[in-house]
């Protein structure tokens, strides 16, 4: 059993290349749970969400036989993303806020072989991390995007370097930022050096960081050595949850094979595979990942083209 915690979120998405008629599921915790579930992993999802979203959410959670622990709230959250570029960059407003996940009962969780923390603004408290690493010794993964987050007055997105922070992602094993939250993080450009800001993050005590960083690819870092991850060359629809998939995909492999470049291979393929495509909907089968993980991995002299 895996655990995702995070809301899910129905929001309105427009690429150079498609838009959504009306809104759809996403979330950091929920993409990553999908992808899970399509895998053959049993899997919980915990968010809160409202009525209004409620029978259409927990529809696809059964369609692949995830676990839902809803938190019931007055509304769904979500988000309008235009992305402006073949890069992932976009703007981020806020369409509607559900409530906070709020304490987590042990037994959702306690039986798990790994916990996902994937929030997508601010509903997974610092007391939350702290409270589910007193009761489970197990792989713990976050994703940060969530904890950095912030909403103006107007309903748009900034990022902020919370206090503390330094202190609760120490508790995980694996931190997975990408570029710009690596930025935020460390203040290091992760486009001319993701080594650095990895140096910096495990320095606060996670046993591993992995720095995404779109087309390029991505860096893992152990303490001791850092592997470069290349990325699958795709035909770009939709940016929206690759990193998410990245986290569904490093925790499958890595929990079977330990390997950290078979691991990191899988995620790339898994995530290249959601990009590819929009929405809850997309098809992901483990024999179409194993055969581009195999590419990959025959790339033994990659390494990530920073701008240094």
Not at 137 to 155: S, V, Y
Not at 266 to 278: H, L, T
Request: glycine share 10%; charged share 25%.
């Amino acid at each position: 059993m895996i655990t995702a915690i995070g809301n899910p979120v129905y929001d309105y998405i427009k690429t150079l290349k498609i838009e959504t008629d009306g809104r759809v599921l996403s979330g950091c915790s929920t993409n990553a749970a999908l992808a899970l579930g399509k895998l053959g992993e049993k899997v919980r999802m915990i968010g809160a969400i409202g009525d209004d979203f409620k029978t259409h959410f927990t529809g696809k959670l059964s369609d692949l036989k995830i676990e839902p622990v809803i938190i019931d709230s007055d509304e769904s959250g979500g988000f309008s993303l235009i992305y402006y570029d073949e890069f992932g960059n976009r703007t981020l407003d806020l369409l509607a806020r559900a409530r906070d996940i709020g304490a987590i009962n042990p037994e959702h969780y306690k039986d798990s072989e790994a916990v996902l923390i994937g929030p997508i603004l601010g509903e997974v408290s610092f007391k939350n991390i702290a409270d589910i690493r007193a009761n489970f010794t197990g792989f713990f993964f976050c994703d940060p995007q969530g904890l950095l987050r912030r909403a103006d007055m107007n309903g748009c997105i900034y990022h902020e370097k919370v206090t503390g922070i330094e202190k609760i992602l120490g508790e995980f094993t694996v931190v997975k930022p990408n570029e710009l939250e690596g930025k935020v993080l460390t203040g290091v450009d992760c486009r001319k050096d993701p080594y650095k800001a990895a140096e910096i993050i495990k320095s606060w005590g996670p046993q591993l960081v992995i720095v995404t960083l779109a087309e390029l690819g991505s860096v893992i870092y152990d303490g001791t050595r850092f592997i470069d991850i290349p990325p699958y060359k795709i035909d770009l629809v939709d940016s929206t949850g690759a990193g998410d998939t990245y986290m569904a995909g490093f925790t499958y492999e890595y929990l079977r094979t330990g390997d950290l470049r078979k691991a990191g291979c899988f995620a790339s393929c898994v995530s290249s595979i959601m990009i590819e495509q929009i929405g809850p909907d997309f098809i992901l089968t483990e024999s179409e990942v194993r055969r581009r993980q195999a590419t990959l991995l025959k790339q033994t002299d990659f390494t990530v083209r920073v701008k240094r």
